[in-house]
C-alpha cells in the first residue's frame, strides 16, 4: 500500500511522519501548482468547486510518483464536500486509474467502517494501538501548526520579514528529506529556535486580521495565493479561524461534544444564523462576529467560486459588519483569479484598516 492524500497546507508534514511511524510507505503529494490545478480542472467537471479540481490534480501527481491509495476525509451535511470521494474515484477510474480510497468518514456515518478504515491505516491491531497512532497524529499536526502560526506573527513584526520566509522554506524542504516522527519534531524544534531569534521592530502595532471562509481555501497556500506572507509582509498580524488542529480538535479529540472554540463560533453566529448551512458557513460568521468583539481591525471572507455555504454566510455578513461597523473583505477564489488583482485589493484593504485607525487616535485625542 503506497499512500497519499490531499495536499491541504502543512498537513502534508505531519501526515508523511505520521504515516511512516506506523510502517507505512507515503507518496507525499508534491506542493500543489498551477501545472495541478490545470491538470485537475482539465479532468473535472467545470461548475465543480476549486478544491475537488486541485484534489484530482494532486492524486494525478502521486499516482504519476507510485501511490496506489488515496486517504481522505469524509463529510456529512448539505455541502459537496461529502460527494468528493465518490466523484474523484469516477474521475480516476474513468482515467484508466485503479487505486483504493480510504474514507474517514465522521463517526455518526457508520462506526464500523471507520473503525476497518482507521485499522488498515494506522497498521493497528487494537484500540490501543488507534489512540497511539492518534496521539502521535495529534502531536504532529499541533507542532506544525504552531509553526505556521508563529511565523505568521514573527513575520508582522519582523524587521525584515522576508528572514521568516527563508526560515519556513528552508523547513519544508527539510522536512520532505527527514523520516519518521522524531527526526520531524527534531527539524521542527530548530526552527521554532530559528523563527525565535528573528529581529523584530520595537514598539510595533501591527493591523490584525482574521481570515475566515471555507476550510481549504483558508488553509491551503496555494489557492489562497499565499495571503499569509502576503498580509504578513504589509505588517499585518494574520490570525486563521481554521486550521488543522482547530479541525482535529473539533471532529475527532472532542467528539461527539465538539471542541470549545468552535462550539463558541456557533455560539457567536446563533444571532445572525442558528441552523447548519454546510461547510464552514455557520463558523464563518460565528468568526466573524468574534473578531469583531475581540479588537481586530477586520476580517476576510476566503471562498471558491459556487461554494454553497459561504455564499450564504457572505450574505450574513453584512450584518455584521453594520452592527460591529467592522470591516470585512470577501475574495472568491478561482481557477481564473489573477495574483496581480488580488494584491490590489489586499492592499487597498489593509489601506483601509491604517485609515480606520488613525480615524480612531484622532477622535480620541480630540
Ligand atoms: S465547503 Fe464549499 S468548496 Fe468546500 S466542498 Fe463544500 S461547497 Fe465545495
Redesign the pocket.
Known amino acids: 500500500m503506497k499512500i497519499t492524500f490531499p495536499h491541504f497546507g502543512n498537513v502534508y508534514i505531519a501526515g508523511k511522519a505520521f504515516f511512516e511511524e506506523l510502517g507505512q510507505e507515503v507518496i507525499p503529494p508534491p506542493k500543489s501548482s498551477r501545472k495541478t490545478l490545470e491538470m485537475g480542472t482539465k479532468f473535472s467537471q467545470e461548475t465543480i ?3 475537488l479540481k486541485v484534489m484530482i490534480g494532486n492524486f494525478l501527481e502521486s499516482i504519476e510518483k507510485g501511490a496506489d491509495t488515496i486517504v481522505l476525509t469524509g463529510s456529512c451535511g448539505p ?3 461529502g460527494y ?1 470521494s465518490i466523484l474523484q474515484r469516477n474521475i480516476l477510474e474513468e482515467l484508466g486509474y485503479n487505486v483504493e480510497f480510504i474514507v474517514l468518514d465522521p463517526a455518526g456515518e457508520g462506526f464500523k467502517r471507520l473503525k476497518k478504515n482507521a485499522y488498515t491505516l494506522f497498521n493497528a491491531k487494537n484500540i490501543r494501538d488507534v489512540y497511539r497512532a492518534g496521539k502521535l497524529g495529534w502531536q504532529l499536526i499541533n507542532k506544525a501548526d504552531y509553526i505556521t502560526d508563529l511565523s505568521n506573527k514573527k513575520r508582522a513584526y519582523a524587521v525584515n520579514s522576508h528572514e521568516v520566509d527563508a526560515i519556513i522554506d528552508r523547513y519544508y524542504r527539510d522536512a520532505e528529506k527527514t523520516f519518521r516522527a522524531k527526526e520531524l519534531m527534531d527539524l521542527m524544534d530548530d526552527t521554532i529556535n530559528e523563527l525565535n531569534n528573528v529581529k523584530l521592530k520595537d514598539g510595533f502595532e501591527p493591523i490584525r486580521i482574521g481570515i475566515i471562509g ?1 476550510i ?1 481555501t483558508v488553509i491551503e497556500p496555494f489557492v489562497n495565493m499565499e495571503i499569509e506572507r502576503k498580509l504578513g509582509h504589509m505588517g499585518v498580524l494574520v490570525d486563521k479561524s481554521l486550521t488543522p488542529t482547530i479541525w482535529v480538535e473539533h471532529h475527532v479529540k472532542s467528539f461527539p461534544f465538539g471542541s470549545k472554540t468552535e462550539r463558541l463560533k456557533y455560539k457567536k453566529a446563533e444571532p445572525y444564523l442558528k441552523t447548519l448551512v ?3 458557513g455557520r463558523e464563518t460568521v460565528g468568526s466573524a462576529v468574534y473578531y469583531a468583539e475581540n479588537g481586530f481591525d477586520g476580517a476576510i471572507q476566503l471562498l ?1 467560486l459556487n ?4 455564499i450564504v454566510a457572505k450574505s450574513i455578513l453584512s450584518s455584521v459588519i453594520e452592527d460591529y461597523k467592522f470591516p470585512i473583505m470577501t475574495l472568491i477564489l478561482d481557477e481564473m483569479t489573477g495574483e496581480a488583482g488580488y494584491m490590489t485589493r489586499l492592499e487597498a484593504f489593509v489601506d483601509l484598516l491604517y485609515r480606520k485607525r488613525e480615524e480612531k487616535k484622532w477622535k480620541s485625542i480630540i
Open positions: 468547486c476549486l478544491p455541502c459537496r464536500f468528493y471555507e481549504y454546510g461547510g464552514h471558491p461554494c454553497m455555504p459561504e
